[in-house]
Protein backbone atom coordinates (compact mmCIF):
# COMPACT_ATOMS: atom_id res chain seq x y z
CA UNK A 1 0.00 0.00 0.00
CA UNK A 2 2.84 2.38 0.75
CA UNK A 3 4.17 1.35 -2.84
CA UNK A 4 1.04 2.17 -4.24
CA UNK A 5 0.72 5.85 -2.35
CA UNK A 6 4.08 6.65 -3.66
CA UNK A 7 3.04 5.44 -7.07
CA UNK A 8 0.73 7.88 -7.41
CA UNK A 9 2.40 10.68 -5.67
CA UNK A 10 5.00 10.57 -8.10
CA UNK A 11 2.73 10.19 -11.03
CA UNK A 12 -0.88 12.50 -10.16
CA UNK A 13 -2.19 12.58 -13.50
CA UNK A 14 -3.27 9.03 -13.92
CA UNK A 15 -5.12 6.91 -17.01
CA UNK A 16 -7.38 4.79 -14.77
CA UNK A 17 -8.45 1.59 -16.45
CA UNK A 18 -11.19 -0.56 -14.53
CA UNK A 19 -12.37 -4.23 -14.88
CA UNK A 20 -14.87 -6.47 -13.67
CA UNK A 21 -13.39 -7.20 -10.30
CA UNK A 22 -14.39 -3.51 -9.02
CA UNK A 23 -17.58 -4.35 -9.05
CA UNK A 24 -17.78 -8.17 -7.15
CA UNK A 25 -18.17 -6.15 -4.23
CA UNK A 26 -21.60 -4.62 -5.59
CA UNK A 27 -22.75 -8.59 -6.15
CA UNK A 28 -22.16 -8.45 -10.23
CA UNK A 29 -19.84 -11.84 -10.28
CA UNK A 30 -16.43 -11.40 -12.41
CA UNK A 31 -16.09 -13.16 -15.31
CA UNK A 32 -12.39 -15.22 -14.67
CA UNK A 33 -10.46 -17.05 -11.70
CA UNK A 34 -7.78 -15.85 -10.46
CA UNK A 35 -5.16 -17.82 -13.08
CA UNK A 36 -7.44 -15.21 -15.54
CA UNK A 37 -9.31 -18.37 -17.13
CA UNK A 38 -12.72 -17.57 -17.40
CA UNK A 39 -15.49 -19.41 -15.71
CA UNK A 40 -18.54 -20.66 -16.93
CA UNK A 41 -20.47 -20.44 -20.38
CA UNK A 42 -18.75 -18.49 -22.53
CA UNK A 43 -21.04 -14.96 -23.69
CA UNK A 44 -23.08 -14.98 -26.61
CA UNK A 45 -20.80 -13.64 -29.98
CA UNK A 46 -21.95 -10.99 -32.27
CA UNK A 47 -22.67 -13.10 -35.30
CA UNK A 48 -24.88 -15.44 -33.29
CA UNK A 49 -27.16 -12.80 -31.74
CA UNK A 50 -27.28 -10.83 -35.39
CA UNK A 51 -27.92 -14.84 -37.28
CA UNK A 52 -29.96 -17.16 -35.33
CA UNK A 53 -33.52 -16.17 -33.90
CA UNK A 54 -32.90 -18.85 -31.70
CA UNK A 55 -29.88 -16.97 -29.99
CA UNK A 56 -31.94 -14.20 -29.63
CA UNK A 57 -34.22 -15.67 -27.56
CA UNK A 58 -32.12 -17.80 -25.13
CA UNK A 59 -29.73 -13.90 -24.94
CA UNK A 60 -32.91 -12.16 -23.91
CA UNK A 61 -34.56 -15.17 -22.06
CA UNK A 62 -31.10 -15.21 -19.65
CA UNK A 63 -30.87 -11.66 -19.77
CA UNK A 64 -34.98 -11.27 -18.50
CA UNK A 65 -33.65 -12.98 -15.49
CA UNK A 66 -30.69 -12.09 -14.99
CA UNK A 67 -30.62 -8.33 -15.56
CA UNK A 68 -32.54 -7.38 -12.33
CA UNK A 69 -29.09 -8.34 -10.41
CA UNK A 70 -27.07 -5.60 -12.69
CA UNK A 71 -30.34 -3.39 -11.93
CA UNK A 72 -30.14 -3.74 -8.36
CA UNK A 73 -26.58 -3.12 -7.71
CA UNK A 74 -25.00 0.30 -5.90
CA UNK A 75 -21.53 1.16 -6.62
CA UNK A 76 -19.48 -0.16 -3.88
CA UNK A 77 -16.53 1.57 -1.49
CA UNK A 78 -13.84 1.08 -4.99
CA UNK A 79 -16.15 3.10 -7.01
CA UNK A 80 -16.64 5.72 -4.52
CA UNK A 81 -13.07 5.96 -3.86
CA UNK A 82 -12.14 6.05 -7.25
CA UNK A 83 -14.36 9.50 -7.48
CA UNK A 84 -12.39 10.36 -4.41
CA UNK A 85 -9.42 10.04 -5.87
CA UNK A 86 -10.52 12.29 -9.12
CA UNK A 87 -11.59 14.85 -5.99
CA UNK A 88 -8.32 14.94 -5.40
CA UNK A 89 -7.04 15.80 -9.25
CA UNK A 90 -5.19 12.49 -8.78
CA UNK A 91 -6.93 11.07 -12.14
CA UNK A 92 -6.77 12.37 -15.86
CA UNK A 93 -8.96 10.26 -17.44
CA UNK A 94 -11.15 6.94 -16.38
CA UNK A 95 -11.93 4.11 -18.61
CA UNK A 96 -13.99 1.16 -17.87
CA UNK A 97 -14.53 -2.09 -19.16
CA UNK A 98 -17.64 -2.64 -17.30
CA UNK A 99 -21.27 -2.57 -18.85
CA UNK A 100 -22.68 -1.59 -15.25
CA UNK A 101 -22.62 1.60 -15.24
CA UNK A 102 -21.20 2.21 -11.46
CA UNK A 103 -18.95 4.69 -12.21
CA UNK A 104 -21.27 7.31 -13.25
CA UNK A 105 -23.51 6.52 -10.95
CA UNK A 106 -20.90 6.56 -8.07
CA UNK A 107 -20.48 10.35 -9.43
CA UNK A 108 -17.51 10.18 -11.52
CA UNK A 109 -17.60 12.73 -14.22
CA UNK A 110 -17.09 11.75 -18.16
CA UNK A 111 -16.16 7.81 -18.05
CA UNK A 112 -15.24 6.26 -21.25
CA UNK A 113 -17.27 2.53 -21.53
CA UNK A 114 -15.41 1.13 -23.66
CA UNK A 115 -17.74 -2.29 -24.22
CA UNK A 116 -21.11 -0.08 -23.83
CA UNK A 117 -23.66 0.06 -21.22
CA UNK A 118 -26.05 -2.61 -20.12
CA UNK A 119 -28.48 -0.02 -18.76
CA UNK A 120 -29.29 0.89 -22.73
CA UNK A 121 -30.83 -0.80 -25.43
CA UNK A 122 -31.29 0.12 -29.26
CA UNK A 123 -32.61 -1.20 -32.08
CA UNK A 124 -29.58 -2.39 -35.03
CA UNK A 125 -32.10 -1.19 -38.35
CA UNK A 126 -33.35 2.67 -37.19
CA UNK A 127 -30.87 3.31 -34.28
CA UNK A 128 -33.96 4.36 -31.88
CA UNK A 129 -32.69 3.92 -28.24
CA UNK A 130 -34.42 2.54 -25.04
CA UNK A 131 -33.59 2.20 -21.71
CA UNK A 132 -32.83 -1.53 -20.60
CA UNK A 133 -35.37 -1.01 -17.93
CA UNK A 134 -38.23 -0.24 -20.94
CA UNK A 135 -37.14 -3.30 -22.61
CA UNK A 136 -37.76 -5.40 -18.88
CA UNK A 137 -41.59 -4.83 -19.06
CA UNK A 138 -41.84 -5.19 -22.74
CA UNK A 139 -39.79 -8.69 -22.29
CA UNK A 140 -41.96 -9.80 -18.82
CA UNK A 141 -45.48 -8.05 -20.84
CA UNK A 142 -44.53 -10.66 -23.46
CA UNK A 143 -43.34 -13.58 -21.52
CA UNK A 144 -45.20 -13.54 -18.48
CA UNK A 145 -44.58 -17.49 -17.53
CA UNK A 146 -40.62 -16.89 -17.24
CA UNK A 147 -41.36 -13.26 -14.91
CA UNK A 148 -40.09 -14.78 -11.11
CA UNK A 149 -37.64 -17.44 -12.50
CA UNK A 150 -34.84 -17.60 -10.38
CA UNK A 151 -31.23 -18.79 -11.56
CA UNK A 152 -27.07 -18.06 -10.53
CA UNK A 153 -26.29 -14.50 -11.63
CA UNK A 154 -23.08 -14.77 -14.85
CA UNK A 155 -21.62 -11.22 -15.88
CA UNK A 156 -23.58 -8.69 -17.99
CA UNK A 157 -27.03 -9.09 -16.59
CA UNK A 158 -27.10 -12.80 -17.81
CA UNK A 159 -28.30 -16.13 -16.02
CA UNK A 160 -26.80 -19.43 -16.08
CA UNK A 161 -29.88 -21.58 -17.28
CA UNK A 162 -30.49 -24.04 -19.91
CA UNK A 163 -33.33 -25.83 -19.28
CA UNK A 164 -36.18 -23.55 -20.47
CA UNK A 165 -37.76 -23.57 -23.43
CA UNK A 166 -35.73 -20.60 -25.42
CA UNK A 167 -37.91 -21.47 -29.01
CA UNK A 168 -41.32 -20.01 -27.21
CA UNK A 169 -39.86 -17.02 -25.45
CA UNK A 170 -41.05 -14.14 -27.42
CA UNK A 171 -38.95 -11.50 -28.36
CA UNK A 172 -40.53 -7.76 -28.69
CA UNK A 173 -38.89 -6.06 -31.44
CA UNK A 174 -38.44 -2.03 -31.90
CA UNK A 175 -42.22 -0.52 -31.19
CA UNK A 176 -40.85 2.08 -34.02
CA UNK A 177 -39.66 0.36 -37.00
CA UNK A 178 -40.37 -3.76 -35.48
CA UNK A 179 -36.61 -3.93 -35.75
CA UNK A 180 -33.92 -6.26 -33.76
CA UNK A 181 -33.19 -4.56 -30.64
CA UNK A 182 -29.84 -5.50 -29.00
CA UNK A 183 -28.48 -4.03 -25.60
CA UNK A 184 -26.12 -1.17 -26.57
CA UNK A 185 -23.16 -2.93 -25.55
CA UNK A 186 -19.73 -5.02 -27.27
CA UNK A 187 -20.13 -8.07 -27.78
CA UNK A 188 -17.72 -10.69 -28.61
CA UNK A 189 -16.92 -10.74 -31.90
CA UNK A 190 -17.49 -6.68 -32.42
CA UNK A 191 -15.32 -4.29 -32.18
CA UNK A 192 -14.90 -1.47 -29.74
CA UNK A 193 -15.83 1.84 -31.05
CA UNK A 194 -12.85 3.62 -32.88
CA UNK A 195 -14.05 6.96 -31.38
CA UNK A 196 -13.81 5.28 -28.18
CA UNK A 197 -10.69 4.30 -28.28
CA UNK A 198 -9.22 7.20 -29.81
CA UNK A 199 -10.51 9.40 -27.39
CA UNK A 200 -8.78 7.01 -24.51
CA UNK A 201 -5.87 6.55 -26.60
CA UNK A 202 -5.56 10.47 -26.17
CA UNK A 203 -6.12 11.06 -22.31
CA UNK A 204 -3.48 7.98 -21.76
CA UNK A 205 -1.10 10.29 -24.20
CA UNK A 206 -1.72 13.14 -21.70
CA UNK A 207 -1.14 11.12 -18.73
CA UNK A 208 1.69 10.30 -16.24
CA UNK A 209 1.40 6.72 -15.79
CA UNK A 210 -1.46 4.18 -15.75
CA UNK A 211 -3.34 2.31 -12.81
CA UNK A 212 -5.24 -1.00 -13.79
CA UNK A 213 -7.94 -1.76 -11.35
CA UNK A 214 -9.76 -4.87 -10.79
CA UNK A 215 -9.01 -6.12 -14.52
CA UNK A 216 -6.98 -9.30 -15.52
CA UNK A 217 -6.47 -7.65 -19.15
CA UNK A 218 -7.27 -10.83 -20.65
CA UNK A 219 -9.00 -9.11 -23.33
CA UNK A 220 -6.95 -6.96 -25.64
CA UNK A 221 -9.54 -4.28 -25.90
CA UNK A 222 -8.01 -3.22 -22.48
CA UNK A 223 -4.68 -4.85 -22.82
CA UNK A 224 -3.93 -2.47 -25.28
CA UNK A 225 -3.38 0.43 -23.57
CA UNK A 226 -0.84 -1.54 -21.25
CA UNK A 227 0.92 -2.10 -24.53
CA UNK A 228 0.57 1.46 -25.30
CA UNK A 229 1.60 2.82 -21.95
CA UNK A 230 4.52 0.50 -21.92
CA UNK A 231 5.96 1.69 -25.49
CA UNK A 232 5.79 5.31 -24.14
CA UNK A 233 7.47 4.40 -21.33
CA UNK A 234 4.82 5.50 -19.20
CA UNK A 235 4.81 2.92 -15.50
CA UNK A 236 1.31 0.96 -15.18
CA UNK A 237 0.42 -0.11 -11.71
CA UNK A 238 -2.10 -2.76 -11.35
CA UNK A 239 -4.87 -3.93 -8.36
CA UNK A 240 -6.00 -6.78 -8.92
CA UNK A 241 -6.42 -10.46 -7.12
CA UNK A 242 -4.00 -12.87 -9.14
CA UNK A 243 -2.49 -13.13 -12.74
CA UNK A 244 -2.70 -10.49 -15.29
CA UNK A 245 -1.88 -10.38 -18.85
CA UNK A 246 -0.11 -7.27 -18.12
CA UNK A 247 2.12 -8.71 -15.59
CA UNK A 248 5.66 -8.28 -17.27
CA UNK A 249 4.75 -4.92 -17.86
CA UNK A 250 3.78 -3.71 -14.48
CA UNK A 251 6.25 -1.55 -12.44
CA UNK A 252 4.24 -2.49 -9.30
CA UNK A 253 1.03 -4.87 -8.38
CA UNK A 254 -1.34 -4.94 -5.68
CA UNK A 255 -2.70 -8.03 -5.03
CA UNK A 256 -6.12 -7.32 -2.61
CA UNK A 257 -9.35 -5.93 -3.03
CA UNK A 258 -9.98 -3.05 -5.02
CA UNK A 259 -12.30 -1.10 -2.15
CA UNK A 260 -9.56 -2.18 0.33
CA UNK A 261 -6.46 -0.73 -1.71
CA UNK A 262 -8.34 2.60 -2.64
CA UNK A 263 -9.54 3.48 0.72
CA UNK A 264 -6.24 2.67 1.64
CA UNK A 265 -4.49 4.99 -0.61
CA UNK A 266 -7.24 7.76 -0.35
CA UNK A 267 -6.12 7.68 3.40
CA UNK A 268 -3.10 8.08 2.95
CA UNK A 269 -3.26 10.95 0.69
CA UNK A 270 -5.32 12.65 2.81
CA UNK A 271 -2.66 12.07 5.92
CA UNK A 272 -1.14 14.90 6.75
CA UNK A 273 2.49 15.30 9.10
CA UNK A 274 2.26 15.95 12.53
CA UNK A 275 3.42 19.29 13.70
CA UNK A 276 6.44 19.26 16.55
Not at 95 to 118: F, W
Not at 146 to 155: Q, S
Not at 246 to 256: C, N, R, S
Request: hydrophobic share 40%.
Amino acid sequence: MQQLHEFVERHPRLFVLSGAGISTESGIPCYRDREGQRTGRAPILLKDFLGSDYARRRYWARSLIGWPVVARAQPNAAHHAVRALAARSRVHRLVTQNVDGLHTRAGNPDVIELHGNIGRVRCIECDERYTRAAVQRLLEAANPDFVGYTAPAVPDGDAQIEDLDFGAFQVPGCTRCGGVLKPDVVFFGESVPRALVDDAARSLDAADAMLVVGSSLMVYSGYRFCEWAARSGKPIAAINIGKTRADALLALKVEAPCSEALEALIERLDARPVAG
